[in-house]
């Protein structure tokens, strides 16, 4: 059976924050984990939750859905959703996922449900039989191999990717990193660490150890590091 997908609601009007919330919770394999009523708070609930999906409004006040997108790096299935059929040029060169008409029918909704189930699958293979990454560091696009990734720590609006040669300061959110990473070599062991478990020396006392790095192990990520790891 797949996997529940988490999705997250975006829009300053309620009584569509409901709609869209009875809709999610009829369709089988949706879990609503998270609602906004604004761009700018979605933001700071995107850090702390695991989210697929996002049905975004386009007109809010403060910052608009299409402004939102424009900030996220990637990593989510954006469900455009508005009252006004204008946006529809803006969203699909912002690359979202589909673009909902308020009001739409359950049919409708579902059809933008199939779209994204099929992106997040298809990505989710694809992430765990890449070897590289590309970033942007410096001003410049750094090839990296992962197998040279030790961790990756956060750093307030940033992140700093360590390899054994070089550390490298990306713009990204851990939240993001941790999506393009595949699952099968890389676990977060703590809200600001990210680790490549092939690269583990030994784990003591809740702290992971890597070359001379000790690396906490946060309470709720433990289950989640532990069941990665291969044990004897």
């Known amino acids: 059976m797949a996997s529940e997908l988490n999705c997250m ?7 569509f924050r409901q709609y869209i919330a009875k809709q999610i919770k009829e369709t089988n394999g949706l879990k ?14 995107l850090e ?9 409004d386009v007109q809010m006040p403060e910052m608009t859905g299409i402004e939102l997108v424009q900030r996220l790096n990637n990593g989510y299935e954006v469900i455009l959703v508005t009252a006004n059929d204008s946006y529809a040029v803006d969203a699909f060169e912002q690359k979202v996922t589909d673009y909902l008409v308020k009001p739409f029918e359950y049919d409708r909704f579902s059809q933008a449900i199939t779209k994204a ?26 090839h990296l191999r992962l197998q040279d990734i030790l961790f990756v720590e956060a750093l307030a609006d940033y992140v ?28 977060r062991v ?10 583990i020396d ?3 006392d809740l702290t992971v150890h890597i070359k001379a790095k000790s690396i906490p192990i ?7 590091l532990y069941n990665t790891m291969n044990f004897l």
């Open 9 to 15: 609601i975006v829009d300053d009007d309620p009584i």
């Open 32 to 45: 609503l984990v998270t609602e906004a009523d604004s761009a700018a708070n979605a933001l700071g609930l």
């Open 48 to 56: 702390e939750n695991e989210i697929d999906i996002i049905f975004l």
């Open 117 to 142: 189930r099929t992106n997040i699958e298809a990505f989710r293979k694809k992430k765990n039989i890449i070897e590289h990454i590309f970033i942007k560091s410096d001003g410049k696009i750094v």
């Open 160 to 187: 700093v990717i360590n390899t054994d040669a070089k550390k490298y300061i990306v713009h990204h959110t851990m939240k993001g990193v941790e999506k393009k990473l595949p699952t099968h070599r890389f676990v």
């Open 190 to 199: 703590h809200r600001s660490f990210i680790v490549n478990i092939e690269k």
């Open 202 to 204: 030994f784990i003591e």
């Open 218 to 224: 946060g309470a709720s990520y433990k289950e989640a």
